[in-house]
């Protein structure tokens, strides 16, 4: 089985990027069509997916992040990983960000991200168009694991956020990697790598048991 699964990490890692932009693409296209397939027209679709993001996505954000709407009030945050579903869209006097590398696709795809209130960038983890010190607080769910290099991730979050910053995170822990989800990750990993970055970790948190993997709540603070 430990065979096993260094072969599918192997194979995985040659797999065009390409391939796994489809795969992503393929499931937000299909969930995108099936959340809206009772919608008559646009404006209905518009109001059904943002309808979605307060009723389903900003509640679980606020329960499984340990959040309250006015708990980022005064600050600059940004969702990294930030999908269409405008996890960041009720929350109160921030001045709130979104990045991902499918912005523009899920635009076509009908998410009307205009109306969430995020400033939205269409950007790779790896190299983000922020300056120095930009965040008083980044966000990551369920994104760590579905990254190019985890490295390099880790070290631009780093970068754009202030010192005495908050880093927040919910991270699946799995026994093997996926086309979307390339990267397995592991405490110890994840913890040296963040030191390394002088993230450190202030706060862990075991939230779950789902679908052959464990889902953790990770807080950092940049020193």
């Known amino acids: 089985m430990k065979l096993f699964n260094i072969f599918l990490k ?9 391939y796994k932009k489809k ?14 397939c009772d919608c008559k027209n646009l404006v209905q679709k518009e109001e059904k997916l943002i309808s979605l993001c307060y009723e389903i996505t900003y509640p679980r954000y606020k329960k499984d992040l340990y ?16 999908g269409p579903h405008g996890g960041l869209i009720g929350f109160k006097n921030c001045d709130k960000y979104g990045v991902d590398h499918l912005i523009d696709e899920y635009k076509k795809l009908g998410y009307p991200l205009h109306k969430h ?14 300056s120095n010190f930009y965040f008083d607080v980044v966000i990551c769910v369920n994104a760590l694991d579905h990254v190019d290099s985890l490295e390099k991730t880790i ?36 913890i040296l790598v963040l030191s390394q970055n ?18 953790y709540y990770y807080e950092c603070k940049k020193i």
């Not at 995985?12 to 390409?18: D, E, F, G, V, Y």
């Not at 992503?24 to 969930?31: G, I, P």
């Open 67 to 82: 959040l309250k709407d006015n708990s980022f009030e005064g600050k600059r945050i940004l969702d990294l990983g930030c």
């Open 198 to 215: 002088n993230l450190i970790l202030v706060r862990k948190i075991f939230q779950y048991h789902i679908r052959q993997e464990d889902r």
């Open 117 to 130: 209130g995020v400033k939205y960038y269409s950007a790779k983890s790896e190299k983000m168009p922020f």
């Open 155 to 190: 070290k631009e979050i780093s970068r754009v956020l202030k010192n005495g910053g908050r880093f927040i995170s919910q991270i699946n822990f799995r026994d093997k990697s996926t086309i979307t989800e390339p990267i397995v990750l592991s405490h110890k990993m994840l």
């Open 23 to 36: 795969a992503e693409l393929n499931y937000w296209s299909d969930l995108v069509n099936e959340l809206t």
């Open 10 to 18: 192997l194979i995985t890692r040659l797999i065009p990027k390409s």
